[in-house]
């Protein structure tokens, strides 16, 4: 039973949840820092997120991108149901930006997954909940993304 149960978690979880988690990135020290100027607005479905205008600075990379973290609560999101608009709700994350280093590339932002306090689901289910801390999740789809990488503007060095 716990086997089935155990395969069950590990197909119900994002696959992009483990993608870019910290542990597999390489830090950046002293990051170059990217000032969003005006809050970054993109909607899916029944959720509107809003990125806060702030500074984003690099904190992780990998031969792809850059991944760089804002401050407290920097991303939003609103949730109005379409059949019950009564049960909207608004819920702040910490998060970041990934910024490819093609020039082309797509940047899109994520929510960091904070710890969650421990359930009575048992071991298994705590135990992939744990291992989801601190990893990096795309709440919606690159083609809602369109022109985030375009309002952000690298900081003066040193300013």
């Given amino acids: 039973m716990y086997g089935k149960l155990f395969f069950a978690a590990l197909l119900l979880a994002s696959p992009a949840s483990f993608a870019?988690?910290?542990?597999?990135?390489t830090v950046v020290e002293q990051g170059v820092s990217y000032v969003l100027a005006q809050d970054f607005v993109a909607s899916e479905k029944a959720a509107t997120f809003t990125l806060k205008a702030g500074t984003y600075v690099t904190a992780f990379e990998d031969s792809k991108?850059?991944?760089?973290?804002?401050?407290?609560?920097?991303?939003e999101m609103h949730v109005v149901p379409p059949k019950q608009p009564e049960y909207a709700?608004?819920?702040?994350?910490?998060?970041?930006?990934?910024y490819p280093k093609a020039e082309?590339?797509?940047?899109?932002f994520f929510y960091i997954r904070e710890a969650?306090?421990?359930?009575?689901?048992?071991?298994?289910?705590?135990?992939?909940?744990?291992?989801?801390?601190?990893?990096f999740n795309y709440?919606?789809?690159?083609?809602?993304?369109?022109?985030?990488?375009?309002?952000?503007?690298?900081?003066?060095?040193?300013?």
């Avoid at 993304?145 to 300013?159: F, H, Y």
């Fill in 139 to 159: 709440p919606i789809s690159k083609k809602h993304v369109v022109g985030l990488r375009s309002r952000l503007q690298a900081a003066p060095v040193g300013g």
């Fill in 89 to 98: 709700y608004t819920k702040p994350f910490n998060c970041g930006i990934y």
């Fill in 104 to 108: 082309q590339g797509q940047a899109l």
């Fill in 20 to 25: 870019k988690h910290p542990r597999s990135l």
């Fill in 65 to 75: 991108a850059l991944y760089l973290l804002g401050g407290a609560n920097c991303l």
């Fill in 116 to 135: 969650l306090p421990r359930s009575e689901f048992g071991l298994i289910v705590n135990a992939i909940i744990k291992a989801g801390e601190g990893s």
